[in-house]
């Protein structure tokens, strides 16, 4: 992965089409990123949780475009496409096949049971212990051909059918995806849900030791096929902290809310330490198409005492108080009970309403973001400053559509008018140029309340320091080939 801001998106929601968002790359957006992490583009992208459940995980939705396509736009970028390594969609033709000829079909040994884990069934306390992302326990009962009910495992809605990864078959099945994907010129692959991809009876089914065995020779495979890995998962800080030995990228998840928690009570003493612990090969982030994870710099809910947050519990019901004040009420209607496809564990607000839409608080969180150690990634929404849409909210009741708007041609060219936003773009250009950030990071010695940090490679220094209580600052570069046009200054108030 380059050290550059990498973008993340959705074709259809920015540029409409493969096509259509490679011509905004090389347009409006030229030169600002190193890579692209289309979202799902596998057919279709409109099922029950807008395609992470692909009936056909190898075939690009025609309505996007075509392999070729996906070809063409990693000729002007990399492109990290993602590996739906949990689940598959109950639409798929696997499944048809396995409903319709059960023990006869070849796929039988792909879709993960209840007896497969519990073969002599489970007592209330296993079913208890097992942690799922969302209300109830993850089994959904369908009835086959043959006339049998079975009980499948969905963790996450009743079309998304688990993966039985210890099975051949279902190793078949995912090494398929990597081969089609490296076959077509895709960089990096980001492992979903993969956290989720083993289950145990007697365990929580979640980031157990055997998920890290798996996390390695799925890894492994890919390296193969000159694929680079992300592992996403939302997990308290250690388990970032140790995958991040595993693979070549882990999500900086807990990022987004201490960069709140630090400007809402202007305090940097726990940003500082969460810089200090964390993996240097992050993938930093502020915003991505899913909600502001809180469950990231939160305790262990398993062992809360032995393991404590990077946030202590009462400022985490802190934070979310804050941002459904900062987003007028909005993030409460789309989070949680209040909106289907729920996620207990994140907060659904674009991070910019979040942030109160204040422009100056916004372009600092983003250049700490970028001051950071690691290769930083900007969402679609984030990118334009974009509110959050409760429009799109109350049409489909789904709580993270709200930070998952649709921009038209049009739309994204008056995004880009916005002095935020023409700000943020220089910042780009200044992460992605500036020599410094390819040299050496240290956090300075700074004052509660200040956050301060340099890079420096040779000559070349770049330095920034916040007062998070003020929102002044100041950012320094020696002159190297590009300087920025424009001064945060003039979001200072002095």
């Avoid at 890579?35 to 279709?44: A, D, I, M, R, T």
């Avoid at 974009?386 to 049409?395: E, I, K, M, Q, S």
């Avoid at 100041?474 to 003039?490: A, E, K, M, V």
Wanted: proline share 6%; charged share 20%.
């Amino acid at each position: 992965m380059k050290n550059a801001v990498q973008l993340i998106c959705y074709a259809d929601r920015l540029g409409g089409t493969l096509q259509g968002l490679r011509e905004l790359l090389a347009g409006p957006l030229d030169g600002l990123f190193g890579g692209v992490h289309v979202l799902p583009f596998f057919h279709p992208i409109d099922g029950a949780d807008a395609g992470f459940d692909p009936i056909d995980h190898t075939a690009v939705d025609p309505r996007l475009g075509s392999w070729k396509d996906v070809r063409e736009l990693a000729a002007d970028v990399d492109v990290m496409a993602d590996v739906i390594v949990n689940h598959v969609s109950s639409r798929s033709p696997q499944f048809l096949d396995y409903a319709a000829r059960v023990g006869h079909s070849p796929y039988a040994g792909l879709f993960l049971t209840f007896d497969s884990v519990f073969p002599g069934g489970a007592t209330q306390t296993e079913l208890l212990s097992i942690y799922r992302p969302r209300p109830g326990l993850p089994f959904t009962p369908i009835e086959l051909a043959d006339g049998s009910r079975r009980l499948f495992w969905t963790t996450f809605t009743p079309d998304q059918l688990d993966i039985d990864v210890s099975d051949p078959e279902g190793l078949a099945y995912l090494d398929g995806i990597l081969r089609m994907l490296a076959a077509n010129a895709v960089r990096i692959i980001r492992l979903d849900a993969v956290g989720y991809a083993v289950k145990r009876a007697g365990s929580s089914c979640f980031m157990l030791p055997e998920t890290f065995g798996f996390i390695r020779s799925f890894s492994a495979r890919a390296a193969a096929l000159g694929l680079e890995v992300l592992v996403e998962i939302h997990a308290h800080y250690r388990e970032q902290i140790e995958i991040a030995r595993h693979v070549d990228r882990v999500y900086d998840f807990a990022l987004p809310p201490l960069v709140l928690h630090a400007f809402a009570t202007g305090t940097s003493r726990h940003l500082r330490r969460w810089i200090e612990i964390r993996p240097a090969n992050s993938l930093t982030v502020l915003d991505t198409h899913d909600g502001i994870g809180v469950i990231d710099a939160a305790a262990d809910a398993g062992d809360p005492a032995a393991h404590p947050g990077l946030i202590p519990d009462d400022g985490i019901d802190a934070l979310v108080r804050r941002i459904h004040e900062n987003s007028r009420g909005e993030s409460l209607r789309a989070t949680g009970a209040a909106a289907s496809n729920l996620d207990l564990y994140q907060v659904n607000c674009t991070f910019y309403d979040a942030l109160g839409g204040d422009d100056r608080r916004y372009l600092l969180a983003r250049a700490i973001q970028f001051f950071l150690p690691g290769v930083p990634q900007v969402y679609y929404v984030g990118l334009l400053a974009g509110r959050n849409d409760v429009a799109l909210l109350a049409r489909t009741g789904t709580g993270r559509d709200i930070n998952r708007r649709f921009y038209t041609r049009a739309e994204v060219a008056e995004a880009m008018k916005q002095p935020v936003v023409a700000d943020l773009c220089e910042l780009i250009r200044l992460r992605n140029t500036h020599p410094a950030f390819n040299g050496e990071f240290t956090l300075l010695p700074s004052a509660e309340g200040t956050l301060a940090m340099r890079w420096r490679q040779g000559d070349a220094e770049a330095r920034l320091q916040v007062d998070l209580r003020s929102a002044e600052h100041d950012l320094q570069c020696t002159p190297g080939p590009y300087i920025p046009q424009f001064s945060l200054l003039r979001y200072a108030g002095t």
